[in-house]
């Protein structure tokens, strides 16, 4: 039997991000929180980035209580003079991105025959092209430092299979989108050592999930009894377990996947 | 319409076809559609017995077959399928492995000798039946097109129980990808059609028959109300695709599958 020192050495080689710096989109709650106090535990410096700015510095002075580094920056993914000021302001503060979430997504439901093309466009502006703008920014910095990096996307499993009817064409077209985008920055930027990987959540019990059936009739596939084989919605720190496996060294050789924390739902 | 159109598109005239398991599975669908669409048909069976109808409604509706008792299971009962056909017609130019058993049943339940009959029938025969396919229709030099009718079990679970015959034709999918990969340089293309719930064109065995009849099969393909959003599938539905792939229009498609599941998997 290896004792305690044998099996943390091996593990702190895989899993401990110390000196790193991680850039987590939508952190202010839910899952982006989770992911952050998480990171914060394993040694990483964490931008915590979000539209809410009080609500990002309570989340960064929870992880600062606890002893970690946390800084909170305002970001506005839709907007890119946000997204190119907030990296502007990691590099003042830190000099440099090692790892990137893009977790900021917009959740509004709208029902598929009433939907507005500016609700439709709200869906693009933040999911897609807030993920591409900040992919962009991050890759920049790892590409001018020569460390590489690695970037954590995070998708939804309804990218790949239907969860909810009439409500979510908009944000599982913008996800499916940020799984494509994944594959391409993958491809594009692995000899320069940038890993690009796609985490698919089913349900979670975070915040954001919560607003939503309070407002719309839910129904779909993934409502019916016995469809999670697990038989429960995932506690939003199973998904960051995940982002921090993929952002992390032990997934050194993994890039351009989408890999689902989904309870099974995927094979049910 | 214009029925040109559809010879140039879809038309095999004069093309040689070789079907196994011939009376079970979608066999029968597809050797009398692939006859339609002009082809002389070899049904090929371990029972005669079976063959004889599917011979018989092919030369009514004015088409040309004959049978040849094949085990496809046994490697020197394929091979003298293919020398045979080779020496009485000449080369195919189109193989349907139609042949398949699915055995469902819990994997602690599965004996290795139940494991090994499984992959004998589900993925071994599928290998005897390309190997010498492809090793007749390279010496052609004239290509050939091969299709596998396997299963969207192979990709999705169906039915619990379906750990063997799963694997067995995911091993079929792997096997078709590489084949693909291997002959395109001799214009062998080479696909898998694969269907869900086609009603009755599955063999099952006995025994799961005998769970069937018990109400003892579980699992997502059972859901029929919720999982099925096109409802079930007509046998001729896997004939149409295997005509596709088989046909001139199906002249760039090599190593895939289509799913004929009616919106399974998506649901």
């Given at each position: 039997m290896y004792n305690d020192s044998q099996i943390g050495a091996r593990l702190a080689t895989m899993f401990n991000?110390?000196?790193?710096?991680?850039?987590?989109?939508?952190?202010?709650?839910?899952?982006?929180r989770q992911t952050a106090r998480l990171f914060a535990e394993v040694?990483?410096?964490?931008?915590?980035?979000?539209?809410?700015?009080?609500?990002?510095?309570?989340?960064?002075?929870?992880?600062?209580?606890?002893?970690?580094?946390?800084?909170?920056?305002?970001?506005?993914?839709?907007?890119h003079a946000s997204v190119a000021a907030l990296f502007t302001d990691v590099d003042t503060k830190f000099g440099q991105v090692d790892i990137l979430i893009n977790n900021a997504a917009h959740r509004a439901k709208a029902e598929f025959f009433d939907m507005t093309v500016e609700q439709w466009d709200a869906m693009q502006e933040v999911t897609l092209r807030g993920t591409f703008l900040c992919c962009r920014e991050a890759i920049r910095r790892m590409q001018a430092?020569?460390?590489?990096?690695?970037?954590?996307?995070?998708?939804?499993?309804?990218?790949?299979?239907?969860?909810?009817?009439?409500?979510?064409?908009?944000?599982?077209?913008?996800?499916?989108?940020?799984?494509?985008?994944?594959?391409s920055l993958a491809s594009e930027f692995a000899s320069e050592r940038v890993r690009v990987n796609s985490v698919l959540?089913?349900?979670?019990?975070?915040?954001?999930?919560?607003?939503?059936?309070?407002?719309?009739?839910?129904?779909?596939?993934?409502?019916?009894?016995?469809?999670?084989?697990?038989?429960?919605?995932?506690?939003?720190?199973?998904?960051?377990?995940?982002?921090?496996?993929l952002a992390s060294p032990a997934a050194s050789y993994v890039t351009g996947q989408i890999l689902a924390a989904d309870g099974g739902y995927m094979v049910s | 319409m214009n029925p040109e159109a559809l010879q140039r598109l879809f038309g095999i005239e004069g093309k040689l076809a070789v079907i196994t398991d011939s009376g079970g599975n979608s066999s029968s669908d597809v050797a009398q559609v692939l006859a339609a669409a002009g082809a002389k048909v070899v049904v090929a069976d371990k029972e005669s017995a079976r063959m004889q109808?599917?011979?018989?409604?092919?030369?009514?509706?004015?088409?040309?077959?004959?049978?040849?008792?094949?085990?496809?299971?046994?490697?020197?009962?394929?091979?003298?399928?293919?020398?045979?056909?080779?020496?009485?017609?000449?080369?195919?130019?189109?193989?349907?492995?139609?042949?398949?058993?699915?055995?469902?049943?819990?994997?602690?339940?599965?004996?290795?000798?139940?494991?090994?009959?499984?992959?004998?029938?589900?993925?071994?025969?599928?290998?005897?039946?390309?190997?010498?396919?492809?090793?007749?229709?390279k010496a052609s030099a004239r290509g050939g097109r091969i299709v596998n009718i396997t299963t969207m079990g192979s990709l999705h679970p169906v039915l619990n129980g379906n750990g063997a015959y799963g694997a067995a034709r995911a091993g079929v999918n792997g096997l078709v990808r590489s084949?693909?990969?291997?002959?395109?340089?001799?214009?062998?293309?080479?696909n898998n059609v694969m269907p869900g719930a086609?009603?009755?064109?599955?063999?099952?065995h006995p025994e799961t028959i005998a769970r069937l009849e018990r109400g003892e099969l579980t699992g997502p393909?059972?859901?029929?109300?919720?999982?099925?959003?096109?409802?079930?599938?007509?046998?001729?539905?896997?004939?149409?695709?295997?005509?596709?792939?088989?046909?001139?229009?199906?002249?760039?498609?090599?190593?895939?599958?289509?799913?004929?599941?009616g919106g399974f998997l998506l649901s």
């Open positions: 991000l110390a000196g790193k710096v991680v850039v987590i989109t939508g952190a202010a709650q839910g899952l982006g040694g990483a410096q964490v931008v915590i980035a979000d539209l809410n700015l009080e609500a990002a510095k309570v989340a960064a002075a929870e992880i600062e209580a606890r002893g970690g580094t946390a800084v909170a920056l305002m970001i506005d993914v839709a907007d430092k020569g460390t590489g990096g690695s970037i954590v996307n995070i998708s939804s499993v309804g990218s790949v299979h239907p969860t909810l009817w009439g409500v979510n064409a908009h944000y599982d077209a913008a996800k499916a989108g940020v799984d494509s985008l994944t594959r959540p089913g349900g979670m019990t975070s915040e954001g999930a919560a607003k939503i059936s309070d407002t719309y009739r839910i129904r779909g596939p993934m409502i019916g009894a016995g469809r999670i084989p697990l038989g429960r919605i995932a506690d939003p720190m199973e998904v960051a377990q995940v982002v921090l496996f | 109808p599917i011979l018989d409604q092919i030369k009514v509706a004015g088409g040309e077959a004959i049978a040849v008792a094949t085990d496809v299971e046994n490697e020197a009962s394929v091979i003298a399928l293919f020398d045979q056909v080779e020496r009485a017609w000449g080369t195919p130019d189109i193989v349907v492995n139609c042949a398949a058993m699915n055995n469902c049943r819990p994997l602690t339940e599965f004996t290795e000798s139940a494991w090994d009959e499984v992959i004998s029938m589900d993925l071994k025969s599928v290998f005897f039946c390309m190997r010498e396919a492809i090793r007749h229709m084949a693909a990969l291997d002959y395109a340089k001799d214009n062998i293309l080479i086609v009603q009755g064109k599955v063999r099952l393909g059972m859901d029929t109300e919720r999982r099925r959003p096109l409802g079930w599938g007509k046998p001729e539905d896997i004939a149409a695709a295997v005509l596709y792939l088989v046909g001139p229009s199906g002249g760039y498609i090599t190593g895939h599958g289509i799913v004929l599941d």
